[in-house]
């Protein structure tokens, strides 16, 4: 497994627990992926020297601590280059990147079939539970069969089930109604203003200018529980991320620009973050 250094810690620990060798590569760097990759090819396994019978790529699409959009495009030349697989989570991406919606693979104009396992969750954009798996129909009976999660787990609600197809009916379009097509080019504006305007503020952020995560930089691990109390006491709700989550001295505001914020709202926000920073 070659894993992108900024995994989320699921991603990490599901390697881990795979029992698979797992290489990490610098975030979003092709040079560093292509490096492995190579390696991985010239020299086999470590002590056989044979070959790896599977190479998988493990990236995300939106990168939660990061707000930055993974390089799909240069990532699926390498998979064919060196005949890999890419295994892509879509958990921050899928309902909120891409003209309908689709996430990534659509903001860049990829064929899904691309991705050899395309993950996402339904807990975020859908506002429901649980989760989903994508992929080849053998790679999904196998995984209905093997997977403990399918074979031992309670079966998901049917009020959670009817919340995420009304939810796909929405940004599908399929309701009847133009009401996901217009959220989505809602959230992409309001990801813009809001992104745009910390800017103009002098304020560090992170991540893709489409990218509804935004992390704004606060450095130093001190500040964190400060900033927090004082955006809570002119109520905003603010989640703050510091050690181990992230690099000691890289401590930060997560913001996750929604559709239903209005302008009004984020200048609330704005105002205070300018009176404050």
Known sequence: ILSDELNHTSLVLGARLSGATIRVFKHNNMQSLEKLLKDAVIQGQPRSRRAWKKILILVEGIYSMEGSIVRLPEIISLKRKYKAYVYLDEAHSVGAVGPTGRGVVEYFGMDPNDIDVLMGTFTKSFGAA???IAGKKELVDYLRIYSHSAT????????IAEQIIRAMKCVMGLDGTTQGRQRISQLAKNTRYFRRRLRELGFITYGNEDSPV????????????AFARLMLSKNIGVVVVGFPATPITESRARFCVSTAHTRE???????ALDELG
Do not use: F, R
């Open 214 to 225: 935004v992390p704004l930089l606060l450095y130093l691990p001190g500040k964190v529980g």
């Open 152 to 159: 031992y787990a309670t079966s998901m609600a049917p009020p």
């Open 265 to 271: 709202m984020l200048d609330t926000v704005l105002n």
């Open 130 to 132: 649980g989760g989903y």
